[in-house]
């Protein structure tokens, strides 16, 4: 299956509105508490754990995860920022696994079709993040970065970055939270009552009650 398939194929499959609204509950449910890398995040989108190279490679690997279309993606929600921002906070223990991989998918890259992984066009990127998802991929030699399971931690990252907070890095200008239909947070607006949960009032979304009020959401 390719690494699409969850967003992007029609008929069974859920779509990308879908599939996040469905995946959002349950990885909010486990990372709400991601505080230590919020004043770093908000302060800068400048790379604190990854070269420069890595940035691109776990950009590109995220717009394949959740591509950009008529909606919005991975890219355009910096969701890089918040993997690179979590990489030195709450998710240190994985930096090594990281700078492992992405040197090794380098290495593979470079040594296949002469450029690294975010120089290669997308069905190349899709048959390597393919190759990863199913440890099939050849002359893997990361002892201690299986390719599976950091796919597996890639896509996390990429969703939460996607669907969380912006205060965490990414989900910038909203852009999860508008694909989602997903109007922010509402208790100090005192929550919802009966005519949101029936549809008769919509909840105003938080990116035109910042507008509104000349100042950011925190």
Not at 40 to 68: H, N, Y
Not at 102 to 113: N, S, T, Y
Not at 139 to 166: E, K, N
Request: with cysteine.
């Amino acid at each position: 299956m390719s690494p699409r398939d969850d967003l992007d194929t029609a008929g069974a499959s859920l779509s990308r509105r879908d599939f996040l609204v469905g995946s959002a509950g349950l990885w909010i449910s486990v990372s709400l508490p991601r505080t230590r890398a919020a004043a770093a995040a908000a302060a800068s989108d400048q790379p604190r754990t990854f070269s420069a190279s890595e940035w691109r490679a776990v950009e590109a690997i995220g717009a394949r995860i959740i591509p950009t279309d008529d909606l919005p993606g991975a890219r355009e929600a910096g969701c890089v920022n918040f993997i690179d921002k979590a990489l030195v906070g709450e998710d240190a223990e994985a930096a090594p696994a990281y700078h492992a991989a992405l040197a090794e998918l380098d290495r593979i890259c470079r040594g296949r079709f002469g450029g690294g992984f975010a120089d290669l066009p997308g069905d190349r990127q899709d048959l390597l993040l393919a190759q990863l998802e199913t440890a099939e991929i050849e002359d893997w030699r990361a002892r201690d970065a299986a390719p599976d399971a950091f796919f597996a931690t890639v896509r996390m990252h990429t969703i939460l970055g996607f669907v969380l907070d912006p205060r965490h890095g990414g989900n910038r200008d909203y852009a999860g939270w508008r694909v989602m239909g997903f109007p922010g947070p509402v208790h100090h607006l005192g929550g919802a009552l009966p005519e949101h949960m029936t549809g008769e009032v919509r909840f105003v979304p938080i990116w035109e009650r910042s507008k509104k009020a000349g100042e950011p959401h925190s």
